[in-house]
């Protein structure tokens, strides 16, 4: 069972910057694509941005040029910078981990990001 840790939420001002970090652990296997998404109140679930084990990147087209997203494999960790943040960035943001050999999709908790002035 895997097990996702994230910490990094928090409120901050609109233009303001987060980073959002995610530590798995317990797995078996190699975990494969990790990445966030985000929920905001009323709004069903979306991706942010996921990260291959080898590096390769994508992101919702809201976040582009704001966002990066990185990940260190010796750690099992993912992390998420978030520069230039808006309103609407609000939301509860979720940990995301892929392991393809067992086609498990892991959760974290979920920590708040809040932006507002």
């Known amino acids: 069972q895997v097990q996702l840790v994230e910490s990094g939420g928090g409120l901050v001002q609109p233009g303001g910057s987060l980073r959002l970090s995610c530590a798995a652990s317990g797995s078996r296997f190699s975990i494969d694509s990790m990445g966030w998404y985000r929920q905001a109140p009323g709004k069903q679930r979306e991706l942010v941005a996921s990260?291959?084990?080898?590096?390769?990147?994508n992101y919702a087209d809201s976040v582009k040029g704001r966002f990066t997203i990185s990940r260190d494999n010796a750690k099992n960790a993912v992390y998420l910078q978030m520069n230039n943040l808006k309103p609407e960035d609000t939301a509860v943001y979720y940990c995301?981990?892929?392991?393809?050999?067992?086609?498990?999709?892991?959760w974290g908790q979920g920590t708040q990001v809040t932006v507002s002035s």
């Open positions: 995301n981990a892929i392991v393809l050999v067992t086609n498990t999709h892991y």
């Open positions: 990260i291959t084990r080898g590096g390769t990147t």
